[in-house]
């Protein structure tokens, strides 16, 4: 089993609307989640960073924690085109050297 | 634009050639990474280096190589290429202070035949 598991999709949603990515984890040290976003043939970009249980927001975007579920979501709202792409979930895997554990990677595409 | 750069971004090796990846940072970041990306696995490490003259181990390390002489590039090399180690390969670096944030290359997609 991998350490985070997210479904990969692929996504499809019109625009303007709500989408829910999410991923579940197994180990419960190191507890800091990022998820990241990668357009097509281009290297992840850190989109949200959060390591608190509760929701974090940012624009259009809200992490979400359940420590207690072990369950990561990232929600969209008022998606646009410009939101395709592919989502990465993270969770840290040590502290000193601030490794980082991925899940698959969740494909989103946004139909104008 | 300040960034990590990576170098090539494409190479098609035949099997048993050997190559180096170049990553160079201008951020002044500590910790740089290696990851290699494949269809339904994820990223997953290969090596990491928490500073100049130093490298450990990741998930993925069998069949490569590491170095780190300066602080602002970390080399991956592929000793003796495997059509197994086709992947796109990304490198990262990030500093102490800036928590799990990373800052990612644009890849070098790799084709060994």
């Known amino acids: 089993q991998k350490e985070v598991e997210q479904d990969p999709g692929p996504l499809s949603v019109p625009e303007g609307a709500i989408v829910s990515l999410n991923c579940t984890y197994s180990?419960?040290?190191?507890?800091?989640f990022m998820w990241y976003r990668q357009y097509s043939r281009k290297g992840p970009e850190l989109l949200m960073y959060?390591?608190?249980?509760g929701n974090k927001e940012d624009g259009r975007f809200t992490a979400q924690v359940d420590k207690s579920s072990k369950y990561i979501s990232l929600f969209i709202r008022d998606s646009q085109p410009s939101d395709s792409a592919t989502y990465l979930c993270?969770?840290?895997?040590?502290?000193?050297?601030?490794?980082?554990?991925f899940g698959q990677g969740t494909r989103l595409t946004i139909n104008p | 634009n300040a960034g990590v750069t990576q170098t090539p971004k494409f190479r098609v090796l035949k099997t048993g050639q050997s190559m180096t990846l170049l990553c160079a940072q201008d951020?002044?970041?500590?910790?740089m990474y290696w990851y290699r990306q494949d269809p339904g696995m994820g990223l997953r490490l290969i090596h990491y280096?928490?500073?100049?003259?130093?490298?450990a181990k990741g998930e993925v390390p069998d069949g490569y190589n590491v170095s780190r002489l300066k602080k602002q590039n970390f080399l991956l090399g592929l000793e003796s290429a495997a059509p197994s180690q086709t992947s796109v390969y990304f490198c990262?670096?990030?500093?102490?202070?800036?928590?799990?944030?990373?800052?990612f290359g644009s890849g070098t997609r790799l084709t060994v035949v």
């Open positions: 990262a670096s990030s500093y102490p202070a800036g928590g799990y944030g990373y800052t």
């Open positions: 180990n419960s040290a190191f507890q800091y």
């Open positions: 959060t390591y608190s249980s």
């Open positions: 993270a969770k840290g895997a040590s502290q000193g050297a601030q490794k980082l554990v």
């Open positions: 951020m002044n970041h500590e910790y």
């Open positions: 280096s928490v500073g100049e003259g130093t490298t």
